[in-house]
Structures are given as C-alpha cells and as structure tokens.
C-alpha cells in the first residue's frame, strides 16, 4: 500500500491537490451541484454544462461564417464521440425556432475502415448496422463509403476543383438576406411553394440508401479481393506512422469523392482541441510544418471546389466525452490501427501520451498548444499563390510543394540515404525469380520498380516524401494515385520539352487548373 | 474494518475493449483493513478484470491520462480523485478518450 504512494515522483507531486470531496456548486448558476470540471478548474452542473456546449458550436460558426445558409454540408461521421457530439449539435442547431436555427443542409457520411482495423467481416457488418441505427434517426441524407473504394476513385481526386468560379461568391451578410428574403417569399407564396424544399429533403433521404445499398445483409461489404488488395497496401507500409498518415490520406479522398459527387460545398470534420493539439505536434513531427495552418485550422480550402471545416475544434475530448455521456449520444467505437506487438507505436501516438501525460499534471497544456497553433494562418501561403501562377501541389496531401528551397538542405541526404538502401533489397528480390524469364515472373522487378518510386519523389511534398519512402512499392498503391502521378510525369515531361518554344508569359496557366 | 462492497463498474469509449468488450460489470469487493478507494479499487480492476495490456489502462497507480473517471455520473475531479471513499451501490464509469490503442 505504501509502495503505490512512495515511488511517484511522476505523478504525485507534480499534481494538483485534489479538492475536497464536499460538494461544489456550479460556477455559472452557483446553486446546482457540479458534475463536472472543464478548463482549469471551473466546475458545471449539468444543465448549465449542456447551455454552455450547445453556444460554443454556434458560437463557432457564428464566428467565422463561411457556411452559408442552403449551402449543402457533409457531416464526416466515425462514429466516435467527437463527430457523434457534432451531429447531435447540428440536429440541435436544426430543430431550434425559426431565428436561431441553422440554416445549411446536412448529410452524412461514414466511412467504413473496418477491413484495416482488424475487424471481421461480421464485426463490420455489426458496426454498419449500429452506425446505420445513429444515422436512420437523424432523417438525414446518407452516404456510405468502404475503404475499399479508394481502388475505385478517379485521379481527379487528386485535382484541385475550380473554387466557384462560375458564380461570383457574395458576402456572407448579403448571402444571409437573400435567404431570409427568399424564405419570406416562399411563405408568401403559399404552402406549396414553402414546403418544396422539405419535400425535396425528405426525396433526397429515400433516394439514398434505396439507390445504393442492396437491402440484403452480408451484400453490402466490398469484395473479398478488394479487401485483399487493401490490406496489402496496408501491409507493404513499413510503419505504423506510414499506415496512419496513409489512412488519413484514403478517407480524406473518399469523402471529398463523395463531396463532389453529392454535390456538396462543405464538409464538417469532427477533430477536437485535444485532436488537434496533437495533430499539431504531430504533423510538425512528421515534416509538415508549412501546411499546420491548413492540416488544423477552422477551415481547409486546398482542395478548392470543397472545404473542410473543423467547427469542434474548440471542444476539449473530455468536455465531448462528459457531453456524450450525459446527454445519451450514442458512438460506434472502432478498434484504431493495430500494430504488430513488436513494433513501436507510431508518431501519432507518441504525441498523444506526450501531450496527454502533460496535461494531466499542467491542466493548460492543450489548450496552451491549441492557442498556438491558432495564430497560424493559411492566408500567407494562399495570398503567395494568388497572383497568376498555380503552384504545384504535392500529390498526396494537395498542398503546394515546399521541396523547392529545401533541395539542398535535410530532403537530399535523405533520398541519398534511401537509394542506398534500395540497392541490396532489390538483389534480394533478384532471388526469387529463378524462374528465368528475366524478373518477369515477380510482381515486382526491383528495376523498375526503383525507377517508378523516383518517379514519384518530385510529385511530393516533404513530409509525404518521408512517408512515401515508408510505404509498399507504388504499385500497390491504389490506380488513381498511379494514374494521376503518371499524367503530371507526362505533363512535366512534355512542358519540358516544349519549354523553349513558350513564351515566357504564363500563359499556360489556365490549362494547368 | 469494511464491510464487502457492491458496485457497477463500467467502461466506455473503447476502453472495453481492454476488458474483452464487456462494458458493464458487477462487482463485489471483498472485506479488507482499510476502507475501498478509487485507489485500492484500480489496482482490484488491474487483478480481476483487466484480460489485456494493463499499460494502455493505468499508468502508475492512477489511469493513464486521457480515460476519464466518473463516480456516480460525476467527474472524479470533485470527488477527490483517487482518493474518494467507494460507498456501497455506487457507479464507477472510465471512459476513454485516446484513439489509438
């Protein structure tokens, strides 16, 4: 017993002294008693708790208004507590009295990463059907997309959308009245007219999942093979830091996919302050420092005709937990990425025990790190871009390339480091093709196989480089990363050799886009 | 001397799935000397319960950082944390936030 309180110089001192367990008072009303503790110190009741979650949601996108009313908005489910809490407070948003009601359209989409999470295909099926329930309740429109999909996206995908331009964008305040104006004259009009949109709503609800999914159990997960060649990709990357980013990488483009498809402006993801501290930290590790602003901030324009939203972000992990729990929001828990037992976890999760054993015993740790990252701003990065000339984007992660002063400085050793390294693994793939025909009988001949990864390496931004490097070889990465990388190769390739017949305008430009 | 005491223990936000994904558990904690706190009750839960990777569960004598702890649907932060005297009937509910595990 004595032991437990003697040999923690880790915890014990460094913390807070608890407080007593009489009973406290709610800070905000000061006559109910707390139920829980947020910030740095201040104690809610519950009632008082679920007032002050519900404004700061609103508060948030009173804030920034870049969604604008009717404007189409995808909600990224996971199906855990942060993008839970955030539907709830969409519906909440919704079903408020006329003035203070949200005024955008939702949908919803969940993206089913089931197969690299270990989990049997019943599992899935389970998971689906529980998500499913969450979903069906909400009434609104829904998309389900597996993982597996990403081996069936377009290289557009990869392609930054024109941003609006055929409409020119009004303010948000004029946009505000235009709806209002427009709503006043529907409801002048008549019943007919007003409930159009509602009756449109509710077609856009039954055409869904009457449209895609065959109502038959066991139908609905992808192809056995599909799968397969899923978890190879899965498999070839060396790291758990590879098969997180490369996780992040397929859900991203499965949702904007079905952004674009749907028809969708905005898509809302659900990261949390504590998510995005440790995004920050981690993103910073993993080389990506030049685009922090745009990988955590409210809002993400990279892939131009969509953007990417982030309204939770102001929301501690433990505030949505304590919110979940009381207010009965109900989450669809999926096991994270597994490593092998053997190997060490990855960058994400060295950051998150960082950050969170910090926070434990300085309570203003994330929050501290959150500010920080706040000051950031993509306008510098975005304004350089402006002017003519479309910077080249990284082929993964869409952001402009920042490899080019950095050719000389910590990007050269390392591509030295790895071709070295390329070398003896290729004489050991040598071996196995005994069988004759000069390497054509293994999947891979190391030959070219080395030559299409360097092919890659000017496609790519830093941090993806290093990421690349830990991936499989290129050809198990899905055909639209392939294809896309192949025709910007050839378009280089071409602009090279045509380059002494331009003019040096930039005049090219417009077809770049 | 304390007399055996019976509470609810349950876990939540993937954290059940430390305890082969059952999240509501009964349980009886035996008589000993000294009165059942949070403290004593972990180290029970290390024992008893926990099937796998006791490190992604506690760290030290405390929980690791990130599960959050809920005594009688009230943050432990106001009851005394590991501190607290466990009362007969009571409800204890750890709730992960961590994504990875």
Same mark, same amino acid.
């Given at each position: 017993m004595c032991q437990a309180r003697e040999d923690y110089g880790r915890r014990g001192p460094g913390r807070r002294a608890p407080p007593p367990s009489c009973p406290r008072t709610c800070v905000k009303c000061k006559e109910a008693s707390a139920v829980v503790v947020i910030r740095v110190g201040d104690a809610f009741c519950r009632a008082c708790f679920r007032e002050y979650f519900v404004h700061k949601f609103r508060a948030m996108l009173g804030k920034n208004r870049v969604i604008f009313p009717g404007e189409k908005v995808l909600l990224a489910l996971s199906g855990g507590p942060a993008s839970s809490a955030m539907l709830r407070q969409v519906q909440e948003g919704l079903s408020r009295e006329t003035a203070k009601r949200l005024r955008f359209v939702p949908g919803l989409v969940y993206v089913d990463e089931g197969a690299v999470c270990g989990q049997s295909p019943a599992?899935?099926?389970?998971?689906?059907?529980?998500?499913?329930?969450? @979903?069906?309740?909400?009434?609104?429109?829904?998309?389900?997309?597996?993982?597996?999909?990403?081996?069936?996206l377009p290289g557009s995908i990869l392609r930054r959308g024109p941003r609006g331009g055929d409409k020119p964008c009004p303010s948000y305040k004029e946009a505000v009245e235009d709806f209002i104006q427009q709503q006043r004259q529907e409801a002048a009009d008549g019943d007919g007219a007003a409930s159009l949109p509602r009756r449109l709503a509710q077609l856009r609800t039954q055409d869904v999942p009457a449209g895609?999914? &065959?109502?038959?159990?066991?139908?609905?997960?992808?192809?056995?093979?599909?799968?397969?060649?899923?978890?190879? +990709?899965?498999?070839?990357?060396?790291?758990?830091?590879?098969?997180?980013?490369? +996780?992040?990488?397929?859900?991203?483009?499965?949702?904007?996919?079905?952004?674009?498809?749907?028809?969708?402006?905005?898509?809302m993801m659900g990261d949390s302050c504590t998510r995005v501290a440790v995004k920050l930290l981690t993103n910073l590790a993993l080389g990506r420092g030049a685009f922090l602003?745009?990988?955590?901030?409210?809002?993400?324009?990279?892939?131009?005709?969509?953007?990417?939203?982030?309204?939770?972000?102001?929301?501690?992990?433990?505030?949505?937990?304590?919110?979940?729990?009381?207010?009965?929001?109900?989450? @669809?828990i999926t096991p994270a990425l597994r490593a092998k037992r053997r190997e060490k976890t990855s960058i994400h999760r060295l950051m998150e025990d960082f950050l969170l054993g910090l926070q434990a015993e300085f309570p203003s740790t994330i929050s501290t790190v959150y500010r920080t990252g706040e000051k950031l701003s993509t306008a510098p990065a975005e304004a350089s871009s402006e002017p003519g000339a479309e910077p080249q984007r990284c082929l993964l992660c869409l952001c402009a390339l920042d490899t080019l002063a950095e050719e000389d400085l910590a990007l050269e050793p390392t591509l030295i480091a790895?071709?070295?390294?390329?070398?003896?693994?290729?004489?050991?793939?040598?071996?196995?093709?005994?069988?004759?025909?000069?390497?054509?009988?293994?999947? %891979? %001949?190391?030959?070219?196989?080395?030559?299409?990864?360097?092919?890659?390496?000017?496609?790519?931004?830093?941090?993806?480089?290093?990421?690349?490097?830990?991936?499989?070889?290129?050809?198990? +990465?899905? &055909?639209? @990363?392939?294809?896309?990388?192949?025709?910007?190769s050839r378009r280089a390739e071409m602009k090279q050799q045509i380059q002494e017949f331009l003019l040096e305008d930039d005049d090219e430009d417009p077809s770049e886009s | 001397m304390a007399a055996p005491v019976s509470l609810q223990v349950e876990f939540g936000g993937g954290a059940e799935l430390l305890f082969d994904g059952v999240k509501k558990h009964q349980v009886t904690l035996p008589c000993q000397p000294e009165p059942w706190d949070i403290r004593n009750l972990l180290k029970w839960i290390k024992q008893?319960?926990?099937?796998?990777?006791?490190?992604?569960?506690?760290?030290? !004598?405390? $929980?690791?950082?990130?599960?959050? $702890?809920?005594?009688?649907?009230? !943050?432990?932060?106001?009851?005394?944390?590991? !501190?607290?005297?466990?009362? !007969?009937?009571?409800? $204890?509910?750890?709730?992960?936030?961590?994504?990875g595990g």
């Open positions: 599992q899935r099926e389970e998971n689906l059907a529980r998500v499913e329930a969450i @979903v069906q309740a909400t009434g609104f429109p829904f998309h389900l997309a597996h993982l597996e999909q990403a081996f069936d895609e999914e &065959p109502a038959a159990p066991g139908a609905r997960l992808p192809a056995a093979a599909r799968t397969e060649e899923l978890l190879q +990709l899965f498999e070839a990357a060396e790291t758990l830091t590879a098969k997180e980013e490369l +996780l992040q990488m397929l859900r991203t483009h499965l949702i904007l996919h079905t952004a674009r498809t749907q028809g969708y402006t905005k898509v602003a745009m990988d955590t901030g409210f809002m993400d324009s990279r892939h131009g005709d969509v953007a990417v939203v982030r309204p939770m972000r102001e929301y501690m992990a433990k505030e949505i937990a304590f919110y979940n729990h009381f207010f009965g929001v109900s989450t @669809v790895e071709e070295a390294a390329q070398r003896p693994q290729g004489l050991a793939e040598d071996g196995c093709c005994h069988a004759g025909t000069q390497g054509s009988c293994c999947q %891979s %001949s190391p030959t070219p196989g080395a030559e299409s990864r360097a092919a890659f390496l000017p496609l790519l931004c830093y941090s993806c480089r290093l990421t690349f490097k830990e991936m499989g070889h290129p050809d198990t +990465l899905p &055909p639209y @990363v392939r294809s896309e990388a192949q025709r910007r | 008893n319960l926990l099937k796998e990777r006791p490190e992604l569960f506690m760290q030290g !004598d405390s $929980v690791r950082p990130g599960i959050l $702890v809920l005594i009688n649907d009230a !943050d432990w932060e106001l009851m005394g944390e590991l !501190d607290y005297k466990l009362q !007969d009937q009571d409800n $204890v509910l750890f709730i992960s936030t961590l994504h």
